[in-house]
């Protein structure tokens, strides 16, 4: 696991650091995670790192193509490791879960707008929100 996280960031010619090992490695544990929660798991960790650290590690990693950042409305960015395709999300506006929708096209873009003259689209982020099984149960038995 780590070896193939160290491989990953060398490809992708990152030095390969404590700090950003255990970020990848929270992130493969909790998917979609903002600074703050990743910051929380590698302190849960014994990882002492200070919300700043992991900020900048995240920054090099999305750089870098190995992280995936999206930022959901009134939320903070949030971050995953499944980058290899075109997957849309599905956010709780109750609960702020994220759960992972998969492309019917799973290519980018897979929505075509009509953009303005000589505007090249390569992305369409699409992000459902509405309520989660959870939050929809939890209000009927409120
Ligand atoms: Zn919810
Ligand atoms: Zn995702
Ligand atoms: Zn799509």
Same mark, same amino acid.
């Given at each position: 696991?780590?070896?193939?996280?160290? #491989?990953?960031? +060398?490809?992708?010619?990152?030095?390969?650091?404590?700090?950003?090992?255990?970020?990848?490695? @929270? /992130?493969? !544990?909790?998917?979609?995670?903002?600074?703050?929660?990743?910051h929380r798991a590698l302190a849960a960790a014994g990882h002492e790192t200070s919300v700043q650290s992991v900020h900048n590690v995240l920054g090099?990693?999305?750089?870098?193509?190995?992280?995936?950042?999206? #930022?959901?409305? +009134?939320?903070?960015?949030?971050?995953?490791?499944?980058?290899?395709?075109?997957?849309?999300? @599905? /956010?709780? !506006?109750?609960?702020?879960?994220?759960?992972?929708?998969?492309?019917?096209?799973?290519?980018?873009?897979?929505?075509?707008?009509?953009?303005?003259?000589?505007?090249?689209?390569?992305?369409?982020?699409?992000?459902?929100?509405?309520?989660?099984?959870?939050?929809?149960?939890a209000a009927t038995t409120a």
């Amino acid at each position: 696991m780590t070896e193939t996280d160290a #491989e990953l960031l +060398r490809e992708r010619g990152l030095r390969v650091t404590q700090g950003r090992l255990a970020v990848l490695d @929270a /992130l493969a !544990r909790q998917p979609h995670a903002d600074a703050d929660a990743v910051h929380r798991a590698l302190a849960a960790a014994g990882h002492e790192t200070s919300v700043q650290s992991v900020h900048n590690v995240l920054g090099d990693l999305t750089s870098a193509g190995v992280l995936r950042r999206f #930022e959901p409305e +009134r939320s903070a960015a949030r971050y995953e490791r499944r980058i290899d395709d075109n997957h849309h999300h @599905a /956010l709780c !506006r109750v609960c702020g879960r994220v759960d992972d929708v998969d492309c019917v096209v799973g290519a980018a873009p897979c929505l075509h707008a009509d953009a303005p003259p000589g505007f090249a689209v390569d992305t369409a982020e699409v992000t459902f929100v509405g309520v989660c099984a959870d939050c929809a149960a939890a209000a009927t038995t409120a």
